[in-house]
């Protein structure tokens, strides 16, 4: 029998969602040209199946998913995952911190910063560049209006350049987006 998983982690969980994703058999030709363009161009997940009821939002959402989370250059492709990290741990998106804690960890080939991260939060201690980084994700994703010329400094002052602080303000935000979609639309399962 299955669960809700209420605990962050880096084993992603199942995501079960509450409407059903579309079936392919059934996928209209809008709906078939929405899905070639998946986050990952690897799989249609679920998620992506439900999203495809909606034909025209997802025509949107999956290459400005992918702009934001692949674009060459600015912020590295773990940094940005750490921006996603903080976004999906202050709007309590198990599934979304899961997936992309996952990533984080593959990519830097290191668990520690995640494991700190999901230890100790925001009080984590890792390098002074990536505390910056989720400082300020967390802090745009509790409040937007919140951060100001101190916390942009603050990123500069840890080695950031402008195109990876741009980087970072889009993918924290895509994820406070995103989050929110997820907790409507389904739940985190495990076995």
């Known amino acids: 029998m299955s669960k809700v998983v209420h605990e962050f982690t880096t084993a992603v969980p199942e995501w079960k969602p509450y409407v059903k994703p579309l ?22 997940s ?18 400005l998913f992918n702009g934001v989370m692949y674009n060459k250059g600015g912020l590295s492709r773990a940094e940005r995952e750490i921006g996603a990290v903080g976004a ?16 984080y960890n593959q990519l830097a080939k290191d668990e520690t910063v995640i494991a700190a991260i999901f230890a100790d939060g925001v009080e984590a201690v890792i390098s002074p560049r990536l505390k910056a980084i989720l400082d300020f994700s967390v802090k745009l ?44 639309l389904g739940e985190p399962l495990a076995e």
């Open 141 to 184: 994703s509790k409040c937007p209006s919140d951060a100001d010329a101190s916390d942009m400094q603050a990123l500069v002052d840890a080695g950031l350049g402008k195109d990876e602080i741009l980087d970072l303000i889009l993918s924290s935000s895509l994820f406070g987006w995103a989050n929110r979609l997820m907790h409507t």
């Open 46 to 63: 679920d998620y992506v199946l439900v999203l495809a009821h909606d034909v025209e939002t997802l025509t949107h959402r999956s290459p």
């Open 23 to 44: 079936d392919l058999a059934d996928a209209t030709p809008a709906q078939l040209e929405a899905l070639k363009i998946t986050p990952s161009n690897t799989k249609v």
């Open 88 to 103: 999906s741990i202050v709007n309590r998106c198990i599934y979304c911190a899961a997936v992309h804690a996952s990533r």
